[in-house]
């Protein structure tokens, strides 16, 4: 019996499309390995210098979205790789995973439920395929803080009614189908949610909500509307590709977005990153399902902080402090934490 099992049970976490910057992993390329190996194998299972690109920069192209995601995957892959060999003598292993949207490929990743080469493939095309499934301009997203979820769902659907003509109205000749889409994207937490679809229902949707008492409903500066059924003709390209990549069993459960259940098969993980390009991510259900199976210890792997600052505000004053490993600093202070319990 290894000592997780004696002790806290641990999950790990890992971030989606937002936590890129340029030298994201740098630190843990510089001074590990591991996490030098993951680099080259992105540069080399895409076919050009991604890691120049994560290191270099500049900027406006890391933010591509079809260079965005397999950055921050590659980033939080090799985070994760340099994390699992520094437990291993501590006899310490997760015990779970979940990740953010994009975050839940990295989760697979290091679940062992597909290769990172694959991965890394495959989310570059997911970008690509998010990025043209709706012309620039024409989707939004905006995030919603302070206002209850349940509120915000009933004001997307009367957005949505309101904005879709009634057939036999002379407006139908000239409704442009998708145009009246606007869905909760993201329930972040109790306080946090991200709204998706047609930039004129999004931006009416954010109106009604700051009417309804929200403490801010802030457009986000977004290349396309992740996350809604705008997105279906990414779903089906994405479903194409991964159909032909193998997927295994994971080692440990892994929290799907899209249903807030667990995955332990490698169909069933294939479905729900399928699924998850239309699909709501169900945060605040995967934390609570996590926490129900008792992980008590949370650990964001890559770059930033976000999750762990949606920790805070999914457990309020029950939440554990949650760690992280993004570099050397953060690998140590995890490890000593880890050690101790």
Known sequence: MDRMSQHSAIAL???GQGS???????????????????????DEALG????????????????????TQPAILTASTAAARVLTEALKPLGIAANFA??????????????????????????RLRGRYMQQAVPAGEGAMAAILGLDPDLI????EQVEDKLTPLPGDPAALNFVPGSAVVAAANLN????????????AVERAADLCKQAGAKRAVMLPVSAPFHCVLM??????????????????????????VSATLITTGNAAREALVAQVTGAVRWVECIELLAA???????????????????????????TAALNVEDSVSLEKTLAALGAN
């Open 13 to 15: 976490l890992f971030p």
């Open 20 to 42: 890129q910057s340029v030298g994201i992993g740098r630190d843990l390329y510089d001074n590990f390995a591991a996490a030098r190996a993951v680099f080259e194998e992105a």
């Open 48 to 67: 050009f210098a991604l890691s120049k690109i994560i290191f270099e920069g500049p900027e406006e192209t890391l933010r591509l979205t079809e260079h």
């Open 98 to 123: 979940a990740g953010h949207s994009l975050g839940e490929y990295s989760a697979h990743v290091a679940a062992g439920t597909l290769s990172f080469a694959d991965a890394v493939r495959a989310v």
């Open 153 to 156: 769902r009933v004001i997307c």
């Open 189 to 200: 937490s109790p306080g946090q949610t991200v709204i998706s679809g047609a930039a004129a």
């Open 232 to 257: 279906q003709p990414a779903q089906e390209s994405l479903a194409r590709d991964l159909a032909g990549v193998e997927f295994h069993a994971p080692k440990f459960p892994v929290a799907a977005n």
């Open 293 to 319: 199976k008792g992980a008590t210890q949370f650990v964001e792997v890559g770059p930033g902080r976000v999750l762990s600052g949606l920790l805070k505000q999914i457990q309020g004053k029950d939440a």
